[in-house]
């Protein structure tokens, strides 16, 4: 069944009204931790669906990350493309709805972050698959899942952590599970890390 969040006019009114409460407005620090830890992710090609205002995006490809991110909302892209601007390493911007992206297997690494609970709920499954196709053999999803704390209606539609798991490990292999992570203060117990990976 088609929704409002199906459409990007929905978002795109969400950042014009400046209503967008998941902005952390910085990187997202669960995320900074992997880079600089550097035990699940070293420098390639990486993934951000759903980018929003780009944070991540451009904070990877400071460290060495051959960056791609993509929104269908053209507010969030002209935001993410001023504060890649002038930086030395640049990101593959893209303004196209992920459930048209061809189905190219071409990244080392996906990020996901409030996208997965930003999607109709009814296309999940869809959702991952298509994250899966992205990926090379033996390419990493981060996958940090908010919130995980039961909340009614949406968006973010709420994530049964078992529910995801069994999403995402139809087409990946869950090697990285966990709670205890750096989230903000508002996050804190209500998001979960799992990193998958693709081994066929
Ligand atoms: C809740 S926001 C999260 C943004 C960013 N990940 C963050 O953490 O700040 C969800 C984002 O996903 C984008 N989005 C939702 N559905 C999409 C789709 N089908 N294709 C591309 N982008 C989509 C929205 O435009 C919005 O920017």
Redesign the pocket.
Known sequence: MSTQ??D?RF?DNRYIENSSA???KTP?PVFVSLIKKGDFMSPGSLFI?????GYDAVYAAEHGYNVTA????EQ?LMFAKQLAAGKDQKVNFLC????NLEEIPQYDYIFE???YC??NPDRRTEFARKLSSLLKKEGKLIALLFPVDGRLGG??FNINVTEAYGIFSTYLNLIFSSKVIDSVKPRMGREVLHIYKKTA
């Open positions: 969040v199906d990007p978002w998941w902005d952390l997202t669906p759903g980018c929003g205002k993509l929104d269908f909302s969030a196209e709805d992920i459930f972050y409030a996208t930003a999607i968006p973010p």
